[in-house]
């Protein structure tokens, strides 16, 4: 497209001949720092440009590749930000330069409550995040909740210092050091602490003093922090407050699972474990459920199997026997997602069905279970219960069970014993693989 | 029994005689249809849309009928980017599809048409060239 046609007599097509709620439209699908740049040709675009922004602009996420194509120099970036400040609260600084981030070192950002600081693996030398960088967040941040860092050259030394932080996340940081821990833990009232993405690399620290934080409610570790310098597994269920504790684990989901299912010793006022989640590849089910078996409060099981690739893509077989042991030991559950996985028969679900009457949802997406078969088995020993006041719920979608299943007679005529649906996805599908997630009662 | 065909009558005085089912995407003519209980004989203006522009409207229109579920918007914007270019090819086109689109209530249009500049100012390096290309006045001028 040509931007006008040279006829000598009409004037050349002009932008500002379209009305504002189209303008806003158009200038909503550009990038905020191109926002910026427009409102400031035209009093009439900084109008739109301000009208979006007090609506629209409370999440900016920035990327070095916006400030580069323009030639951005500091001056022109410290103007953008100030211009922007007033209307964000959380901030996402993408692979970004660090030196614009200390253009801002003499300035307050009050609004801004959250912050990601993603940075670029590959940097060296000046321009990566580093301690001094973290003081200068204090003071342009000073309001700061919610701070997650990523790729950054931190020992962890100043961060005790962001006395309003609640949520802690540090991801690829290989140079934190364990010493600085204490104060964190100490000194900050954490709600979520997370150290969980890419430990296999070296984000190594001993958290002794996790314990110290008695504010925690959601905890996300790897399996090697658990025990470094001593087991601090009966220090976090002790936690008064602690609602998730998530633990990446790749070669150790036994023994994980075996120190909190069975901690040598118990805390008396721990709370009950009431949930339960896990995703991956096992190479020894039977000791896994033997486990799990002890979780005996379990109200939500989630387990996510994946496809070998060295089978060719095949899904995990779960055993009869160890399923029907399993339902016997877990008799409070009222969630069984049982995703991903092939069955030896039906009759290893169907004893969950029997022995857990408070079962509301029973999730079988991706499962081979044997098709119609186990509906109708499971509508057998349902129309015998009499005590249950509310239909099961079935979960096919991706199942071998066929979703016209959904619209056959007999179902139709027991919807008050089984609810079928083949269209919800279950919880959480984006849960990483390798992570034991506990959920404990409130 | 409604009839096939409506007759809109355009700022510059000319007819359009078009077939209904065509223009039931213009959200503004299919409002006006129902407080009609559909039948209307009547000529039915279009204060803000010339004859060329409605002809575009109406090839635009024309080519969404074959999309049985709404297209996503790349493929719109190909279809835009075509029509504009057989039409001449400059931002006039292409401004007046978008004003006419947003009077007449034609969200498909309208979506690809400010989709399309967006993508254009994003191509764009400075803020600068953004005001040749558009011919945005500078306010001290």
Redesign the interface.
């Known amino acids: 497209?040509?931007?006008?046609?040279n006829t000598g007599s009409?004037?050349?097509?002009?932008?500002?001949?379209?009305?504002d709620?189209?303008l806003a439209?158009?200038?909503r699908?550009?990038?905020v720092y191109?926002q910026y740049?427009?409102g400031?040709?035209?009093?009439r675009?900084e109008s739109i440009v301000q009208m979006l922004w007090r609506t629209r602009v409370r999440s900016v996420a920035l990327q070095d590749e916006m400030f580069r194509?323009?030639?951005t120099n500091s001056r022109q970036f410290l103007a953008f930000i100030l211009a922007l400040a007033p209307y964000m609260q959380r901030l996402s600084c993408q692979q970004l330069d660090v030196r614009r981030l200390r253009v801002l070192s003499s300035h307050t950002l009050e609004g801004i409550t959250s912050l990601e600081w993603l940075g670029d693996g590959n940097r060296r030398g000046r321009v990566r995040f580093v301690d001094e960088d973290v003081r200068l967040l204090r003071r342009v941040f000073p309001n700061l909740r919610r701070l997650k860092l990523r790729s950054c050259q931190i020992t962890g030394k100043y961060l005790c210092d962001l006395e309003f932080l609640n949520e802690l996340c540090l991801d690829d940081c290989q140079f934190l050091e364990s010493q600085h821990f204490r104060d964190l833990f100490r000194q900050l009232r954490l709600r979520k602490f997370d150290i969980m993405e890419d430990c296999d690399e070296v984000n190594c620290c001993d958290l002794a003093d996790l314990h110290l934080c008695p504010t925690l409610e959601h905890i996300k570790i790897a399996d090697y922090h658990l025990c470094m310098e001593s087991d601090i597994t009966q220090q976090l269920l002790r936690l008064p407050r602690l609602q998730k504790l998530s633990i990446y684990s790749k070669n150790f989901v036994f023994d994980v699972l075996s120190r909190i299912a069975r901690p040598s010793n118990p805390p008396a006022a721990g709370r009950p474990i009431e949930g339960f989640r896990f995703s991956g590849i096992l190479h020894d089910h039977e000791r896994f459920f033997r486990e799990l078996g002890n979780l005996r409060l379990l109200k939500r099981l989630e387990l996510h199997g994946q496809a070998e690739e060295e089978e060719g893509g095949q899904l995990q077989c779960l055993e009869d026997r160890m399923l029907r042991q399993l339902a016997s030991q877990l008799p409070e559950l009222t969630e069984l997602h049982l995703c991903g996985y092939q069955l030896e028969s039906p009759l290893g679900l169907l004893e969950f069905v029997i022995n857990c009457r408070q079962l509301r949802i029973l999730d079988i997406t991706r499962t081979r279970c044997h098709g119609e078969s186990f509906v109708w088995s499971c509508l057998g020993i349902l129309a015998k219960q009499r005590w249950r006041s509310q239909p099961l719920e079935l979960w096919i979608r991706l199942s071998d069970v066929k979703p016209e299943i959904v619209q056959s007679p007999r179902c139709l005529d027991n919807v008050n014993l089984i609810k079928i649906d083949a269209k919800q996805i279950g919880p959480s599908m984006d849960c990483f693989s390798g992570v034991l997630k506990f959920s404990f009662a409130r | 029994m409604p009839s096939v065909f409506l007759q809109l009558e355009t700022n510059d005085g000319k007819l359009h005689i078009v077939e209904r089912a065509l223009v039931k995407q213009m959200g503004i003519i299919r409002e006006m249809l129902k407080l009609e209980c559909g039948d209307t004989t009547e000529v039915i203006p279009l204060p803000r849309v010339d004859s060329e522009t409605l002809k575009l409207l109406l090839k635009w229109c024309e080519s969404m009928k074959s999309w049985t579920d709404d297209a996503e918007v790349s493929v719109r914007i190909n279809i835009l980017k075509r029509l504009i270019q057989r039409s001449g090819g400059d931002d006039e086109v292409l401004f007046q599809l978008i004003t006419a689109a947003n009077y007449l209530q034609m969200d498909s249009l309208l979506d690809a048409g400010t989709q399309l500049l967006a993508n254009i100012i994003q191509s764009y390096d400075s803020a600068e060239e953004l005001r040749l290309r558009f011919s945005i006045a500078n306010e001290e001028e």
């Open positions: 497209m040509t931007s006008t046609a009409t004037a050349a097509a002009s932008l500002l001949q379209l009305n709620d189209v439209l158009i200038v699908q550009v990038n191109q740049e427009i400031r040709m035209n009093r675009l194509r323009s030639g």
